[in-house]
């Protein structure tokens, strides 16, 4: 009998600054046409920029679509809301490894609602996160300070540390992916 696939969720968590979108971008071009892996564009109601091609929508399409029960997993936070599409659950169901980036604050939610959840903490020393969001310099990141101060307690299933190169923690990153493929 064929093996069914092992589909699910590869969850991306941790502080503002952290690298989240940064290991996630730097994954997505390693696996490239790789078939088990889809990285959707998150549903957020704020237009698409260089730090994230997610897709946009209205407040009120969002606040409607989340009332419904329209979305695998929504939250709202910085004052905007973010959403993890509909095909992603759909992708999942049919053996895919699904990678998003979520916030901290619905890993719970996740856990309950997705399947096979994996989540991954993305980590840097709080004095390179500050460093980091300064450099950055992103219109839309509001109050740095406030960002930063969000301590939010996350239970993850593994953990990246992004302290020094890109590449290794993307190279780490990228074997918990490979893993959850069954490929290692
Ligand atoms: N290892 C690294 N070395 C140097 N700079 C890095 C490293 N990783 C990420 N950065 C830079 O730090 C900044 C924050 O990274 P990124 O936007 O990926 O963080 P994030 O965790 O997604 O943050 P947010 O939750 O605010 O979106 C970016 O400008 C990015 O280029
Ligand atoms: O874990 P906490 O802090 O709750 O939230 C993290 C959320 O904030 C970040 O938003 P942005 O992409 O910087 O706007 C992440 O993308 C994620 O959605």
């Known amino acids: 009998m064929a093996e069914r696939p092992i589909g699910g969720f590869v969850l991306v968590v941790g502080p503002s600054g952290a690298g989240k979108d940064t290991v996630i971008a730097a994954a997505r071009a390693r696996l490239a046409g790789d078939p088990p892996f889809v990285f959707p564009r998150r549903l957020v109601t704020r237009p ?79 004095e390179t996160l500050a460093a980091r969001l300064a450099a950055r310099d992103r219109p839309e990141d509001g109050d740095l300070g406030a960002r930063l101060a969000r301590a939010v307690p996350a239970e993850a299933d593994a953990t990246v540390v992004n302290d020094s190169e890109r590449s290794i923690a993307t190279a780490n990153f990228v074997a918990i992916l490979l893993d959850r493929a069954g490929r290692r």
């Open 48 to 126: 698409p920029s260089a730090h994230e091609d997610n897709a946009e929508i209205a407040e009120a399409d969002f606040s409607r679509a989340a009332a419904a029960g329209a979305f695998p997993l929504h939250w709202r936070v910085h004052g905007l809301g973010y959403a993890i599409p509909p095909e992603a659950l759909e992708e999942a169901a049919r053996g895919r490894i699904v990678v998003c980036n979520i916030s901290r604050r619905v890993i719970e939610a996740a856990r309950r609602m997705l399947p096979g959840v994996h989540v991954v903490a993305i980590t840097a020393a709080p």
